[in-house]
């Protein structure tokens, strides 16, 4: 049963004890001494009350929410605060935690979120640095109404207590969503009903609320629920500086209002660019904000945010979404120069433009994970199914086809449609006699995205309500048994659609439908009723707006009901809607989030095919996580290691192609490496896993025997005819790089390469080879082997991480491979001709590729007895004399049309990013000897 008042405030002093800041409680703690808490402040609880309120701290106190991770670029970023932490006090932070225990927040929740937006803060750069500039790139992902707000509303708090003196939210692209977000901010951040707010009111009638009714504290207003920063305002005298408050905007995503706050902020700015610390928030980031023009002449709103990102030294962008394939395609190479354009009278400028980069997240990538009580996409779209999804629409399609046109004539709501509503009259009876208070409650039409087809929706939903309310009023209010086809249809869904609730009886439903009847009603809510909507609310108290929040309503809507829009308490969606892109179909997934005390009531109604596309988007939203989980492992980063996305099999693309005109498809199954050599030329920086890789060669021998060794044409040391498994289990051993994109180990532990060995042809019948073909020491492989090390002078270091890359990146050298070939196999191979088809030369590395049947291991050991300064990179230093590191080289026989075909079946196609495109095509395509060897080896 639902806590009475007296123990919904019992519930939140205890919890109250757990963030004690003198001496916090532990969980154990508190269980033992709330009753004495109990017999001081609330003695009129019985004992069965205090157990009560126990039982469902008991219930939260299970509830866990993983912290999440951050892909990071350690070359732009140094940590600092943790040497801050204990200088400064965090009061915004702290009245922010106060109001999220007000709303019932469970304490590991709340702890977590403070570890987390302390990792966050971190990424966004240290306020206090004043040492250059630092313009940082990053992306917070989450999902779909898994309270990404509620994260950086926290974020923000903090980043306030530590420095931080501008804050621009850009906060959606429809007035609609910029409201609600600046509603937010009142409560959560800015601690003032601006909704109440005008210009020149006076600080004695300021309305404080959420944060500020505990701390006082403020922040300068540049825009309230009302009015956004209008072009006025941007000339107005209106100044920041006063006693050293922040400055908050919440703007809409519109260039002339992004070009406004910028002009406004460039005239407060000596010389035209703040010196103070600027955060750039970008809620629903993969909307609007990439650019889809020309790389030189982008986008108005990317401009926009670009250049209000320059006018101060010290910026930092955070783009917020759930689905951020936009973001993660992104050039991130891109940049335009950008030339201010002069005011009417003044001159223009000379010279260049400032240089100004694009929106791609290479400084960070943050990952979070909702609480385990968040029902989202994995919910209600696992491989068995679910049970709230109901795919019988096709009586709607219809009436109302996927694809229609404005004006398309609706004369009646589909049956399918009229049980939906019912269900969501009878869920929301239920909900009162759980809850025994009332609470929000929803339902959402969607099922055009034409304003013409949305009103006559709305018409006919609003009849239909009308109807069954009469129907309830004049039929279940009576005790009669004779009821007539419509009363009957009403009692009909509750025992069909709700068996699953056994808590209350039809008798108790019926009773409390036929109370709260008449307070159901329709909202339309698209751009011909917004000012409508805005002009009620203005003329309402706030008691009557609190009031007409908790009416229970049905929402019918189109494209303006996704996107960040949060419908309060919904149980039931109508969604007859097939979205052509991914990053659109999830968002149109207003029901995700949080169900408490009604899971058990969430209908979703929706055709078949989009059902589907929803499970396909599952798959594709765990892999990328799962990536971003791998890159984590392996240490890499944004700009080092390009991102992919799983595309869908029939025709929903990821996004709208404007937005991937920079990205690439490939095929990507169990990896392909055919008539190939892949090379280990990313090598380990750390010298006891370098020890490593020489004792699983060592092992390799050891197990392949000494004796069974034979030598190759050129002299090696080779082992013929060696099993898979053998080889499978050194590279169990034997790593390069972690970074290395084929031989760095990954999340799962095993190395990316090693995808292919199972289908290269000859797989079972590998060559292993010491590769003898150099000029340096000796080095010794066990007592009975010895090879000459291969000079690389060039090696380098990374600055960064330590890590070793092989000049050139190769690992061999012309002849090595035709060198490991058993005499006999290299005479047969040279009785065939050397010649393409089209009858140019090869080289001894591509001739050898083509006609090798099986794969060949070969192993070095690389060493640089003279170093100098290397070539491939700024970022590599000149390694020391005599390092020395083990190091490999794969040949992959060529395949035939029908072998790659066979290997590809279960190939998959994927969408990737020039990051990831450059990766993969900077090393596959690499011939290897670019010339033919004129010693003919």
């Given amino acids: 049963m639902p806590l009475n008042n007296r123990q919904t405030d019992f519930k939140g002093y205890l919890k109250e004890q757990l963030f004690n800041r003198v001496r916090p409680l532990t969980f154990d703690e508190l269980e033992t001494k709330a009753s004495g ?61 106060k109001l999220l225990i007000s709303r019932d927040w469970e304490a590991n929740v709340i702890n977590t979120l403070d570890s987390q937006t302390d990792d966050v803060v971190e990424l966004l750069g240290d306020p206090t640095q004043v040492d250059g500039t630092w313009p940082r790139r990053g992306l917070l992902m989450g999902e779909v109404q898994s309270g990404k707000t509620a994260t950086y509303l926290g974020i923000l708090n903090k980043a306030l207590d530590y420095g931080y003196a501008v804050i621009v939210v850009i906060g959606g692209h429809t007035e609609n969503l910029r409201q609600q977000t600046q509603t937010r901010f009142d409560t959560d951040l800015l601690g003032i009903d601006s909704e109440t707010w005008e210009d020149g009111i006076s600080n004695a009638a300021i309305r404080y609320v959420g944060v500020g009714e505990t701390s006082g504290l403020r922040a300068h207003l540049m825009t309230t629920v009302r009015h956004d920063f209008s072009k006025s305002k941007r000339s107005s005298s209106i100044t920041w500086v006063d006693g050293g408050l922040p400055t908050v905007f919440v703007t809409k995503k519109t260039p002339s209002l992004l070009e406004n706050i910028r002009t406004y902020i460039k005239s407060q700015a000596p010389g035209g660019r703040l010196d103070i610390p600027l955060i750039v928030v970008d809620d629903e980031s993969d909307w609007g904000s990439p650019n889809t023009r020309d790389k030189a002449d982008p986008t108005s709103v990317n401009k926009a945010i670009r250049a209000l990102l320059d006018v101060s030294t010290r910026s930092s962008y955070l783009a917020i979404t759930a689905t951020p394939f936009a973001n993660i395609f992104i050039d991130d190479r891109a940049a335009f120069e950008f030339v201010e354009k002069p005011r009417r009278g003044e001159p223009v400028a000379d010279g260049p433009g400032a240089v100004l980069n694009d929106l791609f997240p290479s400084d960070y990538i943050r990952v979070t994970f909702p609480p385990s009580t968040y029902r989202g996409i994995g919910t209600y ?49 239920v909900r009162r006699i759980r809850d025994q208070r009332v609470k929000a409650a929803s339902m959402l039409i969607n099922v055009s995205r034409f304003k013409s087809v949305e009103r006559e929706v709305s018409e ?115 969604f007859v809607r097939e979205p052509r892109t991914m990053d659109t179909l999830m968002q149109m997934g207003r029901w995700f989030g949080y169900r408490p005390h009604f899971d058990d009531l969430v209908r979703i109604w929706m055709p078949d095919g989009t059902r589907a596309d929803f499970e396909h988007s599952a ?89 069974e060794s034979v030598k190759t044409n050129k002299e090696f040391d080779s082992w013929q005819n060696v099993p898979l498994d053998a080889v499978q289990d050194f590279f169990r051993a034997f790593q390069g790089d972690r970074r290395s994109q084929w031989f760095g180990r990954g999340a799962g532990g095993t190395l990316p390469i090693t995808d292919a060995f199972k289908i290269a042809p000859g797989s079972e019948r590998w060559s292993v080879v010491l590769v003898d073909s150099g000029e340096g020491k000796p080095h010794q492989f066990g007592k009975d082997f010895e090879v000459k090390m291969s000079v690389r002078n060039k090696m380098g270091r990374s600055r960064l991480d330590g890590h070793i890359r092989v000049d050139r990146r190769r690992v061999s050298s012309a002849g090595d491979l035709i060198g490991s070939l058993l005499e006999s196999e290299r005479e047969a191979m040279e009785a065939q001709p050397r010649i393409t088809r089209d009858g140019r030369p090869m080289s001894s590395q591509a001739w050898t590729l083509s006609w090798i049947s099986h794969p060949i291991l070969m192993i070095y050991a690389v060493t640089a007895d003279e170093p100098t300064a290397p070539e491939d990179s700024s970022d590599l230093s000149q390694v020391e004399t005599g390092l020395t590191r083990i190091a490999v080289a794969i040949a992959f026989p060529k395949m035939t049309q029908e072998e790659i075909e066979d290997a590809t079946r279960d190939s998959k196609t994927y969408q990737v990013n020039q990051v990831y495109w450059r990766a993969y095509n900077g090393f596959v395509e690499d011939q290897g000897d670019d010339e033919v060897d004129e010693d003919g080896l």
């Fill in 37 to 97: 808490f109990a017999s001081l402040l609330f003695e009129d609880l019985s004992a069965m009350e205090i157990d009560e309120v126990l039982q469902e701290l008991t219930l939260e106190n299970a509830v866990e929410m993983a912290l999440g991770d951050s892909i990071v670029d350690p070359k732009t970023f140094k940590t600092w605060i943790a040497q801050r932490r204990d200088e400064i006090e965090t009061p915004r932070w702290n009245a922010y935690k």
């Fill in 460 to 574: 006919l939903a609003e009849e239909f309500v009308r109807r069954t309310v009469d129907l309830i009023l004049g039929e279940l209010a009576r005790q009669t048994t004779t009821r007539s086809v419509g009363a009957r249809t009403i009692e009909d869904v509750w025992n069909v659609r709700f068996a699953n609730v056994t808590d209350v009886a039809w008798d108790q439903v019926a009773e409390k439908l036929v109370e709260i009847a008449p307070e159901f009603r329709i909202d339309l809510i698209n751009g011909d009723t917004a000012k409508e909507r805005a002009k009620r609310r203005k003329l309402m108290t706030v008691a009557e707006r609190e009031a007409d929040d908790l009416v229970p309503k049905i929402v019918v809507g189109g494209d303006i009901l996704s996107r960040g829009l949060t419908l309060d308490g919904l149980q039931v969606s109508y």
């Fill in 619 to 707: 798959e594709v939203t765990d892999e990328l996580r799962e990536t971003l989980v791998d890159m984590k492992a392996r240490g890499l980063t944004p700009r080092d290691f390009g991102l992919r996305v799983l595309t869908h099999p029939d025709s929903v693309d990821i996004v709208a192609a404007n937005k991937g005109r920079d990205t690439q498809f490939v095929e990507i199954g169990p990896t392909v490496w055919q008539d190939k050599l892949a090379e280990s030329y990313d090598l380990t920086g750390d010298p006891d896993v370098d020890q490593t890789n020489q004792a699983a060669v060592e092992e390799l021998i050891a197990r392949l025997g000494t004796t």
């Fill in 381 to 429: 779209f696992p491989d068995g199914g679910h049970a709230a999804i109901n795919t019988e629409v096709n009586d709607c399609l219809a009436i109302i086809p996927i694809k229609h046109k404005n004006h398309h004539p609706v004369t009646a709501l589909p049956a399918s449609m009229e049980t939906a509503v019912t269900e969501f009259l009878l869920g929301t009876a």
